[in-house]
């Protein structure tokens, strides 16, 4: 299974809402995470099972999505939210060198 | 607080060998099967390996099968990843995660390796 995301570069301001894409080459159902990544700190979990928000995570993030096509949405934008973003699909168990997205970079417009 | 360490990386020939660490702890380590994933410079994530919570299943990514070795330590609540004939493409941050219901609920920040002449 390919996961591709795009945009590769998103840029919003503050405040506005970002929309993400994933799409898989075939189904995965909802078994897709979402990731944010930020240089210097750990990897963290935000979205599982495509629209469940993982402990801490604030409201406004929110996924949606099943079968091939997913979507992360984070409204009223904040400045701690400009980071790179990255999908995971496991519907393949064990996980593939290929089982995240090549990512998104959200930046500040 | 759950926490995840990585250690161990540095700047190593090609051909050469390094052992990676993490250690964890604010969880049941021994309950959790856990990973290795890498990103190399300017690349996406990359699963590499992870060993599971029953002690049982090691599996590898293609690109490390039979340099790598995955290990753990239960009682010492610590993951171990060595790797050997270490390639310059094997040059990335690499991460340990748990693993909850086949997706990463955990990491730890990283630790860097270099492989280099």
């Known amino acids: 299974i390919v996961m591709t995301q795009s945009p590769a570069t998103l840029s919003v301001s503050p405040g506005e809402r970002a929309t993400l894409s994933c799409r898989a080459s075939q189904s995965v159902a909802t078994k897709l995470a979402w990731y944010q990544l930020k240089p210097g700190q750990a990897p963290r979990l935000l979205i599982y099972d495509a629209s469940t928000r993982a402990t801490g995570v604030p409201a406004r993030f929110s996924g949606s999505g099943s079968g091939t096509e997913f979507t992360l949405t984070i409204n009223s934008l904040q400045s701690e939210d400009f980071a790179v973003y990255y999908c995971q699909q496991y519907s393949e168990w064990p996980p593939r060198e290929g089982t995240f997205g090549q990512g998104t970079k959200l930046e500040i417009k | 607080e759950v926490q995840l360490v990585e250690s161990g990386g540095v700047v190593v020939q090609p051909g050469g060998s390094l052992r990676l660490s993490c250690a964890a702890s604010?969880?049941?380590?021994?309950?959790?099967?856990m990973h290795w994933v890498r990103q190399r410079p300017g690349k996406s994530l990359e699963w590499v390996s992870l060993?599971?919570?029953?002690?049982?299943?090691?599996f590898y990514a293609d690109s490390v099968k039979g340099r790598f070795t995955i290990s753990r330590d239960n009682g010492k609540n610590s993951l171990f990843l060595q790797m050997n004939s270490l390639r310059p493409e094997d040059t990335a941050l690499y991460y340990c995660?748990?693993?909850?219901?086949?997706?990463?609920?955990?990491w730890g920040q990283g630790t860097l390796v270099t492989v280099s002449s």
């Open positions: 995660g748990s693993e909850r219901e086949q997706y990463f609920n955990y």
């Open positions: 604010g969880f049941t380590f021994g309950d959790y099967t």
């Open positions: 060993f599971s919570w029953d002690g049982v299943t090691t």
